[in-house]
């Protein structure tokens, strides 16, 4: 039995955490009614459960499990890289790991790691005919929405906390807005994960 390769795994996670945004952000139409229908009702803030609530988790275990997925598939190209030619990378290997979690270098690092390794199998690639591809995909595209993503998801997520207690703290609009942002992302995200390999 054959196994499933790498890449693959990464598209099933990516699409995995793409699927439970997507009904979180759905879930939120009617939970946000719930949840003022709750408050209206002389309910604490803190006793209140919706469906938005109870599935948020999900956005979360997808996101990590994605993240596990990544992380493992750009530590086998790097490496490969590495050994076909030193240099082709130009942050080292740790930095696979870190650059996803670490404040402010998670702005620029991970696309970095992407870029050299998109150009790394770029130029593997040449010496294959088949493997080219006429269309150069845009990482920038692809890093513009992802970022845009994550700092609205954040901010949906401060929201949680931060709103008065008297109201909705969760807005079905900005959920669906970040839905359709990471949409735009993952649709590039594919093909540069299908590029590399």
């Not at 890449?7 to 879930?27: E, F, G, H, Q």
């Not at 939120?28 to 803190?46: E, T």
């Not at 996803?100 to 050299?116: A, G, Q, T």
């Amino acid at each position: 039995m054959s196994q499933t390769p790498q890449y693959r795994k990464v598209i099933i996670a990516s699409r995995l955490m793409l699927a439970a945004t997507w009904i979180v952000a759905l879930s939120s139409i009617p939970s946000a009614r719930d949840y003022q229908n709750q408050l209206d009702a002389g309910v604490a803030a803190k006793d209140i459960a919706t469906l938005y609530s109870t599935l948020l988790i999900s956005v979360t275990i997808t996101s990590i499990v994605a993240w596990f997925a990544v992380v493992k598939w750009m530590r086998e190209h790097y490496d490969e890289c590495q050994r076909l030619s030193l240099g082709r990378m130009r942050l080292s290997r740790s930095w696979i790991t870190w650059s996803w979690l670490l404040p402010i270098v998670s702005f620029w690092y991970p696309k970095k790691m992407i870029d050299d390794l998109l150009a790394a199998s770029r130029s593997s690639a040449e010496a294959i005919p088949h493997g080219t591809n006429d269309e150069p995909i845009n990482t920038r595209v692809w890093w513009s929405t992802w970022v845009t993503y994550t700092i609205m998801s954040n901010l949906n997520t401060l929201q949680l906390v931060f709103l008065p207690k008297d109201t909705v703290p969760f807005q079905p609009s900005a959920e669906i807005a970040a839905a359709c942002i990471l949409t735009a992302s993952y649709t590039v995200w594919e093909r540069i994960v299908r590029e590399i390999g």
